[in-house]
């Protein structure tokens, strides 16, 4: 599990493709301490497992799955992205509940600035933004950020100067692609509002209702 909050901005050195993988090798330093083989570190969102390592650098498969569901396809060796080590035990937690597992992939329509903040506008789809809800939380290539706004086909964030500066936000222009991922939280909740499948004849009632949500706080 990650945080959304990045470490450090990694540099990709080599990308060697297969006919539907990747091996990367992305040249680090403050993710790689204390990091082992098989640990897990987020590229840009996406969560990748470590297979080999040397000094300041370290290597990991993507799949086709992975390829297919993010923006790593069109990757090229020199470009930055995000990197975070999986949140220790007794770490802080300082963004919110970030699995890695990309849910699409949006398209900045356009930037703009707000005094010190920059607006970003970003498309998605629509499986996507049922998810997406005014100051809840989402996962921009790997950076935990507050919702601003939505729109019927986007939404907005506003970047504080520390985020865009430490980042590859700071890199993304109109019409890039950027990881992203939803909320798990309202995932899980939609999911326990169906009703449960039938068992032995008998019709089942899911428990959780709107009433019940309402009487804890949700």
């Not at 083989?37 to 497992?49: E, K, R």
């Not at 790593?72 to 802080?92: P, Q, W, Y």
């Not at 970030?98 to 398209?107: K, M, N, S, T, Y």
Request: glycine letters at 10%; proline letters at 2%; one cysteine or more.
């Amino acid at each position: 599990m990650f945080t959304g909050i990045v470490e450090e901005m990694g540099t990709l050195e080599q990308v060697q493709r297969g006919q539907h993988s990747a091996v990367l090798t992305i040249r680090a330093d403050k993710v790689l301490e204390h990091t082992k083989i098989g640990d897990s570190i987020a590229v840009n969102g996406i969560c990748l497992t470590v297979t080999a390592l040397s000094d300041g650098h370290f290597c990991a498969d993507v799949i086709h799955e992975t390829l297919n569901r993010s923006a790593l396809s069109g990757i090229k060796r020199g470009t930055h992205v995000n990197l975070e080590r999986a949140m220790a035990a007794d770490g802080r937690f300082g963004g919110h509940i970030v699995a890695g597992h990309v849910d699409g992939v949006g398209r900045i329509l356009g930037t703009r600035r707000d005094d010190t903040a920059v607006w970003y506008t970003i498309e998605a789809e629509p499986h996507v933004l049922r998810y997406i809800v005014e100051k809840g939380s989402i996962t921009i290539d790997g950076i935990s950020l507050t919702v601003a706004t939505v729109q019927e086909t986007s939404f907005a964030v506003s970047i504080i100067p520390h985020t865009q500066e430490h980042t590859v936000l700071k890199e993304r222009r109109e019409g890039d692609l950027v990881n992203l991922e939803t909320d798990i939280i309202g995932k899980y909740v939609e999911k326990l509002m169906q009703p449960a499948p039938q068992t032995e004849g008998k019709e089942q009632k899911s428990r959780i209702t709107k009433e019940f949500l309402e009487q804890y706080g949700f």
